[in-house]
C-alpha cells in the first residue's frame, strides 16, 4: 500500500530546511559585511567574524539535513503524485524538486567553498546565480503547493504539513 502522507521525520526535516534556508536567505548581513571587509583589506572584528561563521554554519547544517532528507526519501519513498492532473504538473513538480535538491547541495557546497576555501568564482555562483536560482525554484515551489490545494484541490500541501 503506497504511503499516503509523508513521515514525521520527512515532515520536520522538509520545514526544518525551509527555516534555516530563511534564515540565510533573508538574513545575509554577517556574511555580506564579513565579505566586504575582506575585499576591502581591512580585518574583520570578532563580531563579523562570528556572524559569518552562523551563515556559514546555517548552511553546513541545510546540507547535513537534505543528504538525510534525501537518504529517507530513496529509502523510504515519497507519496503518490494525485491522479486526475495532467502529466505536465507531475513533470514540473519532479523538476523543481530535482533541481531544488540540486541547489540545497550546492548552495552550501560553493559557500564552503567561497568562505573556507578564498575561492572568489565559488563565491560569485553562490551569492549572484545560485541564489537568484533558489529564489526564483522556491517561488516556484510554493505556488505549485498553493496551485495543488486551491486550484487542484489534491492533499499535496496537507501531506507535508497536517496529515
Request: net charge positive.
Amino acid at each position: 500500500m503506497p504511503m499516503r502522507s509523508y513521515s514525521t521525520v520527512q515532515k520536520l526535516l522538509h520545514w526544518s530546511v525551509a527555516a534555516l534556508v530563511a534564515f540565510n536567505l533573508l538574513l545575509p548581513d554577517g556574511m555580506n559585511a564579513w565579505h566586504r571587509l575582506v575585499k576591502h583589506g581591512q580585518v574583520p572584528q570578532p563580531a563579523d567574524i562570528s556572524a559569518a561563521n552562523i551563515h556559514a554554519l546555517v548552511g553546513i547544517a541545510i546540507l547535513f539535513l537534505v543528504a538525510v532528507r534525501l537518504a529517507i526519501r530513496i529509502t523510504s519513498g515519497v507519496p503518490p503524485q494525485p491522479n486526475g492532473q495532467p502529466p505536465i504538473i507531475h513533470r514540473l513538480a519532479g523538476l523543481v524538486h530535482g533541481l531544488l535538491y540540486a541547489l540545497l547541495f550546492a548552495m552550501p557546497i560553493s559557500g564552503m567553498m567561497a568562505y573556507y576555501m578564498g575561492i572568489d568564482v565559488a563565491g560569485t555562483l553562490h551569492a549572484e546565480v545560485l541564489k537568484t536560482a533558489l529564489w526564483l525554484l522556491l517561488g516556484a515551489h510554493v505556488a505549485g503547493a498553493l496551485a495543488q490545494h486551491f486550484y487542484f484541490k489534491s492533499d499535496v500541501l496537507r501531506r507535508m504539513t497536517v496529515s
